[in-house]
């Protein structure tokens, strides 16, 4: 796999919140390829972040695509108001849905790109009824709702297996994984197959966040 295949995706979700539309700017110049955007709604998460009101105001700021990460239950009306916000791509865990193939459809409908989130215990079962409509996995490495928690290992086998079940695919679907990704590790993620990496705390808690990028895209070269 070539490094150009690759993809940086640092998490606002430990930027300054006050500042974001700096924030977002600043990591794009730094080389970030997509903006994360974590949405937690003290539901399916215990934890509070954004909604599609401020995606909407973020994608007057930026070009970069905007992966969101619904970490909510229910998830359609979300899903939907955030393809009308501007998203590039919607993401949501299977087990929040009630009717999974449903989700998937209505983000497709509206002309963007589904994902489908694993948190660490959950099995990637349902990928075979669904992966005609899904453009990106996504393994999780920790626990939802918290940046800045331990990279969780049994997703290296995870992602071992996903990276198995897309190639046999044989669509184009990225391989996602979220959760405690830095420097010294994300080079282990990408041999178990991930092409594409949130970081959250390793960059935005970071003063430097181009060092931090161009030591992430090092050491997958
Ligand atoms: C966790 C979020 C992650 C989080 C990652 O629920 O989905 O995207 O921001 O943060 P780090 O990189 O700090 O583990
Ligand atoms: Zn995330």
């Known amino acids: 796999m070539s490094t150009a295949r690759y993809r940086i995706a640092p998490s606002v979700l430990s930027a300054d919140f006050a500042r974001l539309a700096e924030e977002v700017r600043a990591?794009?110049?730094?080389?970030?390829?997509w903006i994360h955007f974590d949405v937690m709604d003290n539901h399916y998460v215990p934890n509070l972040t954004f909604g599609p009101m401020v995606c909407?105001?973020?994608?007057?700021h930026t070009q970069a695509p905007i992966d969101v990460h619904l970490m909510v239950q229910p998830v359609d009306a979300l899903a939907l108001a955030?393809?009308?916000?501007?998203?590039?791509l919607v993401s949501f865990h299977p087990d929040a849905s009630t009717h999974v193939d449903r989700t998937l459809q209505l983000v497709r409908a509206e002309g963007k790109q589904t994902g489908l989130v694993f948190n660490p215990a959950a099995p990637l079962d349902l990928l075979e009824w669904v992966i005609d409509k899904v453009?990106?996995?996504?393994?999780m490495s920790v626990n939802p709702g918290f940046g800045g928690q331990s990279f969780i290992d049994s997703a290296l086998?995870?992602?071992?297996r996903a990276r198995r079940?897309?190639?046999a695919s044989g669509r184009d679907i990225r391989l996602e994984v979220d959760g405690g990704i830095k420097v010294d590790n994300i080079r282990r993620v990408?041999?178990?197959g991930a092409d594409t990496f949130v970081a959250g705390s390793a960059i935005?808690?970071?003063p430097d966040y181009k060092a931090v990028i161009d030591a992430m895209r090092r050491a997958l070269a």
């Open 27 to 33: 990591v794009v110049d730094a080389g970030a390829d």
């Open 56 to 60: 909407q105001a973020l994608r007057r």
């Open 82 to 88: 955030f393809c009308q916000a501007g998203a590039d």
């Open 135 to 139: 453009d990106l996995v996504l393994v």
């Open 157 to 160: 086998r995870k992602v071992e």
């Open 165 to 167: 079940i897309i190639e």
């Open 190 to 192: 990408a041999d178990a």
């Open 204 to 206: 935005f808690g970071q």
